[in-house]
């Protein structure tokens, strides 16, 4: 394990324009400040979309293989609320129900910077990829939109030992 104190901070690896695409999974409300007191809520959403097969369950209808975890409906940019969703790339054009407890959003075509994390066990490795990336966004000329960012989870990816790509939403 890395000492923080000797760790180099990440930055974008490149910027990049994507079209919109639409998301199925599982969603709740948090605000950083509860994840960061410990009684966050994006943990157990993990839990619930792997302990309930949600990836499995929308196979079907999938369209990219890989997960999804998406930040989006911000309330007041890092300050406030925020929806956070795991889910899965699915067609647009779906006229098939989900099963229950799953709902959609569409990531609105955007001008990303993207972040990859550093190889570790991705709890981790993606903690420490978000305070560099707020640090990054204090930055002069680096403006969030917050209008969807998302990291992307390779399928068959190593939970102890893998890395994880972080597009956030600029402003251009």
Known sequence: MTNNADR???KPTR???R???TLAGVATVTTNAAELSGA????KLYEQYY????GERLA???????SYGCYFNYE???AGKYEVMVGVH???DLQTPYPDQVSTFTVPSAKYAVFVTERGPIIEMVQRAWADIWKWAEESGNERAYTGDFEYYAPNINPNDGEVEIYIAVRE
């Open 8 to 10: 180099k901070t990440i």
């Open 15 to 17: 910027f990049e324009e």
């Open 19 to 21: 079209p919109s695409f």
């Open 40 to 43: 966050g809520k994006i943990g």
């Open 51 to 54: 302990s309930q097969n949600i």
């Open 60 to 66: 079907p209808q999938q369209l990219q293989s890989g």
């Open 76 to 78: 007041d940019g890092v």
């Open 90 to 92: 699915v067609r647009d």
